[in-house]
């Protein structure tokens, strides 16, 4: 007599291990000296498309744009949808792997960058980290 495999099973544990994102997908590999402090906003907007936030605010009689994208992947371990054992997981906090990054730009109100913050988050046993490089005088008129 032939043995069957319970294939069933297999196929809900793959197909509920699955992943999801949400964002510009582009963030995930920049650098964190991206982009140039020379970039425009017009250019800003053309290489990363509209963005996550936009803020406007007057700061000492002069308007200020921020500009904000974001990203953000998650990841859930195969093991959550596993009875009894999934709540173990759950419970260790190694059930749901995130990760994010955010970029905020503020530019002048003739369309100059005036700076850039770079955000990264993860969850789990990596550690949460800011990244803001340090500010360059922008040179020209």
């Not at 963030?27 to 907007?45: I, S, V």
């Not at 290489?47 to 500009?67: F, I, M, N, Y």
């Not at 960058?113 to 550690?127: A, E, L, N, P």
């Amino acid at each position: 007599m032939r043995q069957v495999v319970p294939i069933a099973p297999l196929l809900l544990v793959l197909l509920l291990s699955a992943c999801a994102s949400v964002g510009n997908e582009s963030l995930a590999t920049r650098e964190a000296d991206w982009p140039p402090l020379t970039m425009t906003q017009a250019e800003l907007l053309k290489e990363l498309g509209p963005p996550t936030v936009h803020t406007t605010t007057v700061q000492e009689s002069k308007t200020v744009t921020a500009l904000t994208w974001t990203y953000a992947r998650a990841e859930s371990n195969p093991a959550l949808f596993i009875p009894i054992i999934g709540l173990f997981v759950a419970a260790s906090g190694k059930g749901v792997d995130v990760q994010s990054r955010g970029l905020t730009v503020l530019f002048d109100t003739d369309g100059a960058m005036k700076s850039r913050t770079w955000t990264r988050t993860q969850t789990g046993q990596r550690s949460i980290d800011t990244v803001s490089p340090p500010r360059t005088e922008r040179s020209g008129p």
